[in-house]
Every structure is written in structure tokens, then in C-alpha cells.
């Protein structure tokens, strides 16, 4: 979703790559291409200025020391800045240029615990920007912590909007397991049409906060109408919520795809409401996300989740660095590993690895892997994760459909076939293409993938303990990832390879060597 | 077309609210241009204020450099020749006949919409919006309830319909939206009415499997109505930003949009990416929303909408 930004990031980096030192001229013209993608990532035009003008002093005014070239320095500055302006601290940003740490087991949480409860959360927003999906998602988020949560319905202006909350909210607390509970607080006797209820919501959330005291809910989530935010009447009407209820958190419901009206809108309503936190959503659109960079600067929020799907509970954390890193083109593998954590257990991956070192894998456990590996999102997304990946995969069309046609053989074939795939001759070949809807040639391709698949990860098991600490460090300092996905070495150092990765890729990349 | 003239004016009073909303001591670009001599720094100014109305980077650009040649050639000197030029440029970019609704051909019924859209850009309520517009013409009109995905899509669509008084054809939560649509062309053909309206769920044009939906809805109606859907709009926020490029690209790809329904165009924000829109993509502006109540509609006025376009 960066591809642009990335690019022309990369771009300012080469354009310096070959100068000795920083100076006006050199990096006012190498800003401008940023300026640039910037505006066209939506971005806002304070901000923008802002942005390049921080950036260009802190280059300028940096000692260029001997170990770093005046590149690096340039993109070092560049990912400072950008993890400041989405939100993050300048501690952030220096423990991100070293090894990316894994998210520690217990971290705080963006929504705060309070005892006793409830925890009352109001969210906020323009029309249409994705409040009551946004309660769904959170309502799940929490679920799955052992949280329980109330949604009250106090948008009684946008017909059926309190009969979606509902729907929403018995579909989590059908979908996810676990003691929690998630109910929906609704009068639907007080809905009105537009303009014909103003203030009522005020006694809804009123009784909502009573009704939660009662049930001894961990987090109540109050939904409110959209509104504009030159609406003088309905702005009012929140200020009077908030000052009722003085809600532990407000959030700012944002639409990923804004444009530079972000900030009057960001603005207006915190000026109101003194919001203090952002919800991102539609994140997974191609949007390159400027909103994120302006209503940051101009609210002083930060941004507390995005929305990046339309299953019930695509909703991640945000997180100033990880995002930068995304933008810059490095990636984001911590998440990624989160991601996995969410859908495999301890258990499980030892189970596997051990398959793994005696070289007996099947096609039942690459089928379960397989599976395991899609509830984590759509393939794309995932591999936008990689370092250096996503910039490759712009041009990609990944379907999610061919990997429905992988499953589809292994699920034709027979319960000794999948032990031992060596067992399929060309009959056997014809009938699982016959059962699984493909092509005998779509069969042996991908046993083929699978042998070879099987042979290394064979190979990777058995190094010794040492070799694979040493691989795992290699890892994680980007080195090993470089020789599987050309484009990542170490965090600033793009290595001044070019920055599209077209079928020129290979070539480039032996040159480099 | 004489209901036309009734329509600018409510436009003017939309585009008042926002104006008095944000008046606070900033001065207007247009106040800043008019009896202003033109030199570099107000052209600076413009640019600034054409970017900030989410016209992007390209269109700005290009616009801006011809108003520089206009300025160094000496053709235009002052701050009310540069909006006389961009007004002139901009109603060149949407002439009156790329902006009516297209219909059936005279004699044959129904005419087809086909209603898309991301989600969250208010397409029931657009649709509840030209519905009001359509029967104020004396046209009788059939809605189609195809977004059998989001809760509560439904319902929302069939309480404007009760408010509006007219007929919902709908399918079960969860069903084939191009079921739906064939139910709807069937009854439409039926009952005899002049215009079918589809609701489609909204979908971020990322979503291959989701827009190829929106072909499969466009077949199933072609095959029983042909020529349908007559007319495909695009309901578009104004407050999107660049990206709605995108968007407009897409459900062109797989939808064959042919107009914009620009919604939300009441707020603070611009809509200026129409523009851009229309510069790559050709895809005309038809209507905008201007509020929550059916009557906020218009016809889409290029004049008007380059005045907004400055109003600061």
C-alpha cells in the first residue's frame, strides 16, 4: 500500500548515494520527488512541509560521520522523522534502527483496564467512516483477551443502524470462543430520522453506563451517529455525552482513504472532544495512507488500531515504528510473527519442526500448514510484510484462488498418497486432476514443489544447534533475508539497488554481488 | 431544466453553511484573487489552494503550468482572469450532455442503475437521494436490495423506501447479490416501472473476488433487460483523497462505470479529485449529495463547483 512512498524514499537515497556530503542544493532537489509522493499519498499539505523541512535539518545539520554515508544518514533522518510523525517517540525510533525485539508476552494495552468498570470507550467519527464495523472489531479484539463488552447503540439517526450493531455484535459473540461475553445494549424505540433526536443518544449511553455497572462488563463501547463536523447541533450533542459520561477513552474514527480534508475534520472534532486516540480503517485498500501522517500531526492523537479487512475481526494494533518500517520499505516482520503466534501454537511448531528434522513431512501437514498460514490474512498482505517484499510485489497478482486449487489436489488425493507422494503414477496423477478440477501437469508441479520443499527444509533441520543459531541471527539482522529476497540489508543501508523490482530483478541483484 | 435553476440555489445554500463554518478570519482564495494583480506568489497560492482540494499532484500541475504560460505571455494579468480561466477549463472538462442520467431508449422500460462503491461512501442514502429526484420527474421507480453482506444493508435501504413510498425487492442475508438483481429486473419488468435502482455492497476495489461480483450483477441484469444497466454510477466521497483515482479505475474495469453521484460534498472538503478523475478516466460527474435528507441532491454544476473549489 506504501509502493509510492517507498519508491520515492529509495529514490532520495540513490540520488545521494553517489555525493560525499549533504549539502542545500544536493538534498533540496532530492526532497522534491518526496514532496511529491507525499501530496499524492494524501498526506496533508502543512504536513508535508513540515515533514520535508524536518528532515532536510536534520541532515543537514548532522555531523556525517565516517561509518555512515550521507545516504544512510539521509534515510536514518527520514525514518526518525517519519516514526515521530506517525505517532512514536524518539526512543522508538532509535530501538527500531537496532535488532527489531519481538513483542514482549504481556504489553499494555491500548485500551485501559479500570475497577472497577467499565471501561467506557466512545468512538466518534464522520459519516461512513466505519464506527459500527470499528465496534464489531474491537468487541472481538477484546474477546479474544477475555474481555467482556458492551456495545451501546447510540446512532439513531442513520436508518438501521442500531439493528447492524446488533447483528454485529451477536455474530462475535457467536464466532469467538471463550467466557467473555459481548452483548448490545439498543433502544430502538428512540430512533428518529435525521435531525429529529439530537440529544436523545445522551440518555441512551446515560442508561447504557447503568445497564453495564450492573452486568459487570469489562469495556463498554458506545457507537454514535456520524456527523459532520461543521455540525454545529450534533458536535454539541457529543460534547454532551463526553461531558456526562467523561469517558476513559475517545476515539476518532478516520477513513484510510481521506484526503487532505483529514485534518479539518481531525481537527474539528478534537478541538470538541480532546480525542484521544485514532482508528484507522479500510487500511487493507491501495490507499497509501497519508491520513495516518496528518491526523497524527494535527490532533497530537495517537493512532490506536487500523481496520484491515472486512472479516469481523480484522483490526490490528498500530504502531508508530512498524509502520514506518512498512513505509520505507523494510517491512514489518515482527507483526507477521504475531500474526503466526495468533494462529499456531507451541505446541504445534514443535510437533512440526521435529517432522521436519527426521524428513517426514506430508502433504497433510503442508495442507494444514497451508491452511494455518490463510486465516492469517490474505497472501499479499503477508508478503507486504517481508522486508523489501512489498515494493516486489506491486505488480504481482496474487490469487488467493491458486492456493484454493493447491488444496483442492491435496484434498484429492488418497490418505496413502499424501504419506508418500511417490506412490502417484500417471494414472493416479489423471484421477486426483480429475477430482481436484485441474490439469495432470497442475498435479505433478506441484508434487514436484513439494519433494523439493521437503528436501531442504530436510537440510535446514539438520545443521547443527550452532549453525542454527547462527542462521536465525543472520535472520534477523536482514543478512539471510537478502539472499532469499533481494533488496534488505540491514535497516538503512538499501544497498543502492534500484528500486522496482522488474524481470531485470535477477540480473541486478548478481551484479550487486 | 428549469428545475435546475431551483437546485443551484439550494446548492449555493450547502456550500454557504460550509463557508460560514469556516470563515474564522481566513480569508477566501477568491477574496485573495479578485482585483489582485497576478505575479509568481499568487500563483503559488493557488496551486497551494488546488492541492488542498485534493485535486492531486498531476492535474495541479499542469493546470498551474498553463496558467504560468497564460501569465508570462502576458494574456492573463489579473486575479479575476485566472478564475475566469480555470472555470472555462474546468466546464470545458464536463459538458452539459456527458452529465444527464442515461436511460432506455425512448419507448423501452425499465432504465437499469447500477449503484457501486467502497464502502462508507453512502451509496443507500445516494439512492434514497435520486430515488426523491426520479419521482419528482413523475417517474415511477423499483428499488433492488443487492448488498445481502453488510448487517443491517438491507433494513437501511427498506426504511428509505417506506419514508419514500416505494417498492423494495430483497433476497436473504448472506444470499447472491445476483439473485437479487434478477428478482429485482423480473419485477421491474412486471410491474412496468420506469426506473430500477440496484444497491450493490460496497467493496474496496482491492477486492478481486468482490468486483468480479459486481461483473457477474452486471450480466445477469444485461441478460434480462438488454442494454442494462443503462446507467452505472460511481458514488464517490468528496472527502477522498487521491486514491479515489484508484477506485474510479477499477469499477470502471469491472463495473463499466458511466457517472459519479460525488457524496458528502456539504463538509469542508472539496471533492477536487473529480477533477483528476475526469482528466484520466473521462467518467463524468452527474450528481451531488449535499446532506442527510433526500431532498440534498443536485445535479452536478461545474460553474458551481469551481466556485466551492475556492471558497475557503
Request: net charge positive; with cysteine.
Given at each position: ?40 499519498a ?7 512541509n ?61 485500551i ?7 471501561t ?5 467519527g464522520?459519516q ?19 474481555r ?125 472532544l ?48 512498524r ?52 486465516r ?20 504481482v ?10 488444496e ?5 488425493m488418497?490418505?496413502?498418497e ?14 486426483i ?14 508434487l ?51 528500486s ?8 541486478r ?5 | ?9 439550494k ?109 462508507g ?19 415511477s ?6 448488498d ?16 419514500l ?26 410491474r ?34 438488454p ?48 477533477i ?27 460553474g ?9
Amino acid at each position: 500500500m506504501f509502493e509510492r512512498l517507498s519508491d520515492a524514499f529509495q529514490g532520495l537515497y540513490r540520488k545521494l548515494a553517489g555525493q560525499s556530503e549533504i549539502s542545500e542544493r544536493n538534498i533540496a532537489e532530492a526532497m522534491g520527488e518526496v514532496r511529491t509522493a507525499l501530496l499524492d499519498a494524501d498526506v496533508h499539505i502543512d504536513v508535508v512541509n513540515a515533514f520535508c523541512d524536518s528532515v532536510k535539518q536534520d541532515a543537514l545539520g548532522a555531523h556525517v560521520t565516517k561509518s555512515l554515508t550521507p545516504a544512510q544518514e539521509i534515510i536514518g533522518a527520514v525514518h526518525k522523522r517519519l516514526v515521530e510523525f506517525l505517532g512514536g517517540t524518539s526512543a522508538d525510533a532509535a530501538a527500531a534502527m537496532g535488532t527489531p525485539a519481538l513483542p514482549a508476552a504481556t504489553g499494555d494495552s491500548p485500551i485501559l483496564k479500570i475497577s472497577p468498570g467499565p471501561t467506557i470507550v466512545m468512538m466518534c467519527g464522520l459519516q461512513g467512516s466505519g464506527k459500527t464495523t470499528t465496534c464489531g472489531k474491537l468487541a472481538a479484539y477484546l474477546k479474544k483477551r477475555g474481555r467482556s463488552v458492551m456495545v451501546a447503540a447510540a446512532d439513531l439517526q442513520r436508518p438501521a443502524a442500531v439493528e447492524q450493531l446488533q447483528t454485529v455484535a451477536a455474530q462475535v459473540e457467536k464466532e469467538f470462543p471463550g467466557t467473555a461475553r459481548v452483548t448490545c445494549y439498543a433502544e430502538p424505540d428512540k430512533v428518529a430520522a435525521y435531525g429529529k433526536a439530537v440529544g436523545v443518544a445522551v440518555d441512551v449511553c446515560r442508561r447504557a453506563v447503568e445497564e453495564a455497572r450492573k452486568t459487570g462488563v469489562d469495556v463498554l463501547i458506545l457507537d454514535t451517529a456520524g456527523r459532520l463536523h461543521v455540525n454545529d447541533a450534533l458536535m454539541g450533542e457529543l460534547t454532551q455525552v463526553n461531558r456526562v459520561l467523561n469517558p476513559h477513552h475517545i476515539f476518532l474514527v478516520v477513513d484510510a482513504m481521506t484526503g487532505q480534508d483529514a485534518v479539518n475534520s481531525a481537527k474539528a472534532f478534537h478541538e470538541r472532544l480532546k480525542v484521544d486516540g485514532v482508528i484507522l480503517t479500510k487500511f487493507d485498500s491501495d490507499t497509501r495512507g497519508g491520513a495516518a501522517l496528518s491526523v497524527k500531526h494535527v490532533t497530537g492523537a495517537p493512532i490506536k488500531f487500523v481496520g484491515v479487512g472486512e472479516k469481523i475481526d480484522a483490526i490490528e494494533e498500530f504502531h508508530a515504528t512498524r509502520m514506518a518500517g512498512r513505509i520505507l520499505g523494510m517491512g514489518d516482520v515482527v507483526s507477521l510473527v504475531e500474526k503466526a503466534q495468533e494462529q499456531v501454537s507451541q505446541e504445534d511448531a514443535e510437533k512440526l519442526q521435529d517432522k521436519l528434522a527426521k524428513g517426514q513431512m506430508t502433504m497433510d501437514d503442508f495442507l494444514k500448514q497451508l491452511k494455518m498460514l490463510r486465516r492469517m490474512g490474505p497472501f499479499k498482505q503477508l508478503l507486504g510484510l517481508l522486508p523489501g517484499v512489498g515494493s516486489m510485489m506491486k505488480d504481482v497478482h496474487i490469487e488467493d484462488k491458486e492456493l484454493d486449487k493447491v488444496e483442492a489436489i491435496i484434498s484429492s488425493m488418497t490418505r496413502k498418497e499424501r504419506e508418500n507422494p511417490s506412490l502417484v503414477d500417471t494414472a493416479r496423477r489423471r484421477r486426483i486432476a480429475k477430482g481436484s478440477g485441474s490439469s495432470p501437469d497442475a498435479v505433478a508441479k506441484l508434487l514436484k514443489q513439494f519433494e523439493m520443499l521437503s528436501r531442504m527444509s530436510k537440510t535446514m533441520a539438520s545443521m547443527s544447534g550452532m549453525d542454527k543459531v547462527k542462521a536465525v541471527k543472520e535472520m534477523s539482522k536482514g543478512g539471510a533475508m537478502d539472499s532469499m529476497v533481494p533488496g534488505l540489508s540491514g535497516m538503512p543501508d538499501f544497498s543502492g539497488r534500484g528500486s522496482s523490482f522488474t524481470p531485470s530483478v535477477k540480473s541486478r541483484f548478481k551484479k550487486r554481488k | 431544466m428549469a428545475f435546475l435553476g431551483s437546485l443551484v440555489n439550494k446548492f449555493k445554500q450547502g456550500l454557504e453553511k460550509t463557508r460560514a463554518a469556516l470563515v474564522g478570519g481566513a480569508q477566501g482564495l477568491r477574496n485573495l484573487l479578485t482585483g489582485r494583480r497576478l505575479d509568481e506568489a499568487l500563483i503559488d497560492d493557488l496551486e497551494r489552494s488546488l492541492l488542498r482540494a485534493d485535486v492531486g499532484v498531476k492535474t495541479t500541475t499542469s493546470l498551474i503550468e498553463s496558467i504560468r504560460a497564460e501569465f508570462r505571455s502576458g494574456a492573463i494579468t489579473t486575479g479575476d482572469q485566472v478564475i475566469d480561466f480555470v472555470k472555462a477549463r474546468l466546464r470545458d472538462l464536463w459538458p452539459a450532455q456527458d452529465r444527464a442520467l442515461l436511460g432506455a431508449p425512448a419507448g423501452s422500460r425499465p432504465t437499469v442503475v447500477l449503484v457501486t462503491g467502497v464502502n462508507g461512501v453512502g451509496k443507500t442514502t445516494s439512492i434514497a437521494k435520486l430515488c426523491q429526484l426520479l419521482r419528482s420527474q413523475g417517474k415511477s421507480v423499483l428499488l433492488g436490495a443487492c448488498d445481502t453482506f453488510r448487517a443491517g444493508a438491507v433494513r437501511q435501504l427498506e426504511i428509505w423506501a417506506e419514508r419514500l413510498n416505494v417498492e423494495v425487492v430483497k433476497g436473504a442475508q448472506g444470499g447472491d447479490p445476483a439473485a437479487v438483481a434478477f428478482d429485482a429486473c423480473s419485477a421491474a419488468l412486471a410491474r412496468g416501472v420506469d426506473v430500477l435502482i440496484l444497491d450493490t455492497a460496497g467493496r474496496l476495489h482491492t477486492q478481486d473476488p468482490l468486483m468480479r461480483q459486481l461483473t457477474k450483477i452486471r450480466s445477469v441484469v444485461a441478460k434480462q433487460i438488454p442494454g442494462a444497466p443503462h446507467e452505472t454510477l460511481l458514488v464517490l466521497d468528496a472527502t477522498s483523497g487521491q486514491n479515489a483515482l484508484r477506485q474510479a479505475e477499477e469499477f470502471q474495469k469491472s463495473a463499466g462505470v458511466t457517472g459519479i453521484f460525488l457524496s458528502k460534498l456539504d463538509g469542508t472538503a472539496k471533492g477536487g479529485i473529480v477533477i483528476a478523475i475526469k482528466d484520466a478516466t473521462s467518467i463524468p460527474v452527474k450528481f451531488v449529495g449535499l446532506g442527510e435528507t433526500p431532498e440534498d441532491v443536485q445535479a452536478f454544476d461545474p460553474g458551481v463547483f469551481v466556485e466551492a473549489l475556492f471558497a475557503e
